[in-house]
């Protein structure tokens, strides 16, 4: 069974996230995903407000840089949700976009080094040890959360590239794949994320959630045309989907077998009604899949 979830994008100004947030809470929506895009807004003040709002629907970000956030720091605001929230945070971590890493001097040399070292780290800081480690980028001495989580907790992370999906399979508890991810290349990114799960001994299930871009609506197929040019999507099918609720459940089923877990359906840009669509999908599209 696959979970559907919708995303309330950066584009957007932060007040009208609350509007958002309760009408996916309200329609039975399983998840609201938000963005920490530069220079627009963060992800853990945004995901503690959706959180406070709402009462069960998951809370998701996707993703973190982790050249901008300090391991020790991420761990802290990680802990603080998962405890406040227990059960309905969902973080995520990742390279971020390297020209905006760039503009603001957090560019690295490796960041797939980095990466690795953040993982770890923070992994083991969200399970309660005492941490201390002096990779090439992250270094700890004697660090421990006076807070940890109060049980498990999954640490994913974003990934594209054949190197990081088999890093994310190897370190990570699951993996967020961007839209324009059709069902074939589903299937080789989760062949990439198993092939680095095997070389790590990992039995554990790794969860794989897929942004979607969807459109609905009298004019979904115009703005669709608009953000394929906007996100440089071709014209092919299962890349994107434009339609109605039936069409829209085909193309999250097809990616449901082709492995992934959660499918969040991503509005354009320029979407003239943003809570409209997160309650279209919690009402309309996620009862064609359960």
């Not at 998962?82 to 990742?94: C, D, I, L, Q």
Request: aromatic content about 4%; proline content about 6%; overall charge negative.
């Amino acid at each position: 069974m696959t979970d559907l979830g919708a995303v309330f994008l950066p584009q957007l100004p932060p007040e009208r996230l609350r509007e958002v947030a309760l009408a996916a809470d309200a329609s039975g929506l399983d998840e609201l995903w938000l963005w920490e895009d530069c220079f627009r807004e963060a992800g853990v003040s945004t995901a503690a407000a959706a959180l406070a709002w709402t009462e069960r629907v998951r809370v998701g970000v996707g993703l973190l840089p982790v050249p901008l956030r300090n391991v020790a720091l991420a761990a802290m605001e990680m802990a603080v949700l998962h405890r406040t929230f227990p059960g309905r945070a969902e973080m995520v971590v990742g390279h971020g976009v390297q020209s905006w890493m760039g503009q603001v001097g957090a560019r690295v040399a490796s960041p797939l080094t980095l990466l690795r070292e953040h993982l770890d780290a923070l992994r083991r800081l969200l399970a309660g040890e005492e941490v201390t480690t002096s990779g090439r980028y992250v270094q700890l001495d004697g660090v421990r959360l006076d807070w940890p989580p109060l049980g498990a907790v999954r640490v994913l992370a974003g990934a594209e590239g054949a190197k990081t999906l088999e890093l994310s399979g190897r370190a990570a508890d699951g993996t967020v794949l961007v839209a324009g991810t059709t069902p074939e290349r589903q299937r080789a990114a989760r062949e990439r994320i198993d092939t680095g799960r095997a070389a790590a001994g990992r039995e554990d299930h790794h969860r794989v959630v897929t942004y979607l871009l969807t459109a609905t609506g009298p004019d979904a197929h115009e703005r669709m045309a608009r953000s394929r040019t906007e996100w440089d999507l071709p014209d092919a099918e299962d890349v994107a989907v434009a339609g109605t609720a039936e069409q829209v459940a085909d193309a999250v089923r097809r990616l449901g077998d082709a492995g992934a877990d959660v499918v969040v359906l991503q509005p354009t840009a320029d979407d003239p009604d943003p809570a409209g669509f997160a309650a279209w999908a919690g009402e309309q599209v996620r009862p064609l899949l359960h």
